[in-house]
């Protein structure tokens, strides 16, 4: 089941049948509105920010299970903070992520061309991809511009 803009990560576990906890609830909340990716201990601190309770084996165990339901995607993101792990919804398209090792700014940038690759890799391989990350390290425009002023 591909979780689509329209349903929230709370509705995918339940139609599944897995229990949800407050606690679990809320993580789920941060994930569904956060604006970017979270690593874990950034999803820690924002579900502190409503319940001070919660603790870090809560978010690895959620955030486990919604790897393992194909719910969201673990990134490592071009290693820009050491080996940290980040986490995003997965969508129904691929993208490229944009990683500036200056600011550690994470962006997305969606292109036709992912799929014309998919594509390609198959008529040429005979492989059919389920999907594909691809990530560019590179200098982003604000810290580009602020190296030139």
Do not use: W
């Not at 129904?92 to 944009?98: E, I, K, M, Y």
Request: charged share 30%; glycine share 8%; hydrophobic share 35%.
């Amino acid at each position: 089941m591909s979780v689509t803009a329209r349903g929230s990560l709370a509705e995918a576990l339940s139609l599944r049948g897995i229990r949800l906890t407050r606690q679990r609830r809320l993580l789920l909340e941060v994930l569904d509105n956060a604006p970017g990716h979270l690593n874990a201990r950034e999803l820690l601190q924002a579900a502190r920010r409503t319940d001070p309770t919660i603790d870090r084996a809560t978010v690895y165990r959620t955030l486990h299970l919604l790897k393992t339901g194909g719910l969201v995607d673990e990134l490592d993101l071009l290693h820009l903070e050491g080996e940290e792990h980040y986490y995003e919804r997965r969508r129904t398209g691929d993208h490229v992520h944009l990683g500036c090792p200056q600011c550690g700014t994470i962006s997305e940038f969606e292109t036709d061309l992912v799929l014309e690759l998919s594509q390609e890799v198959a008529r040429r391989e005979g492989f059919t991809a389920t999907g594909i990350r691809i990530e560019v390290r590179g200098i982003c425009k604000a810290c580009s511009e602020a190296q030139v002023g």
